[in-house]
């Protein structure tokens, strides 16, 4: 065997095996990108899970506080709404033609005996007041100021103070007995 022959077989020998290592290479490369693609595929199907579940659950809360503003709004509404029920009774209260009346009920309900009690009246009720004192049989004095109050009075004496105002009465015994009723009627 000569030396180029020699030479030819191990030439082709090193062909063979450089196209089978490039067989293999190929393969191998093959086989990588098709394992990347599935996981890449994967992956892509994950994150798009994982989008469209964020998405769903910022729709809902969305949804969710858009309901509670509503209801909130209308829960404010509704509480000025029966508010207002509560300022229209008061300035019915002060324009009332038995105003008078309704003092001499307050202060007949007034059980103080001192000698020096003051009745402060409503700012522009000051006639009706005094009048209400008289017509009550009560030994109580006008007091010679008036206070900032839309209607009724305030008793004084030098050691306590009875607030009687439509505004204090109303808010404080009445109201919390008024509200589910103006509630129901109104709602």
């Known amino acids: 065997m000569a030396l180029q022959d020699i030479l030819n077989k191990i030439q082709k020998e090193t062909d063979d095996k450089v196209q089978k290592l490039d067989e293999e290479h190929a393969e191998k490369i093959k086989k990588l990108e098709s394992e990347f693609s599935k996981k890449k595929k994967a992956a892509e199907d994950d994150m798009s899970k994982r ?4 998405i769903k659950k910022i729709h809902e809360k969305t949804e969710m506080l858009a309901k509670m503003e509503a209801k909130n709004e209308l829960l404010k509404n509704k509480r000025d709404l ?8 008061i300035e019915k209260l002060k324009e009332s033609e038995d105003y008078q009346d309704i003092l001499v009920s307050l202060l007949n309900q007034t059980d103080i005996s001192d000698s020096d009690v003051e009745v402060v009246p409503a700012k522009g009720k000051e006639k009706e007041t005094e ?3 008289k017509k009550s049989g009560k030994k109580y004095k006008l007091a010679g100021k008036s206070t900032n109050i839309l209607g009724g009075f305030i008793l004084q004496t030098k050691t306590i103070e009875i607030d009687n105002s439509f505004e204090s009465i109303i808010g ?7 509200e589910l009723e103006i509630a129901k009627v109104l709602f």
């Open 131 to 133: 009048q209400a004192i």
């Open 51 to 54: 989008v469209d579940t964020s």
């Open 82 to 89: 029966i508010e207002s029920v509560f300022v229209e009774a």
């Open 172 to 178: 404080r015994e009445l109201r919390s007995d008024l």
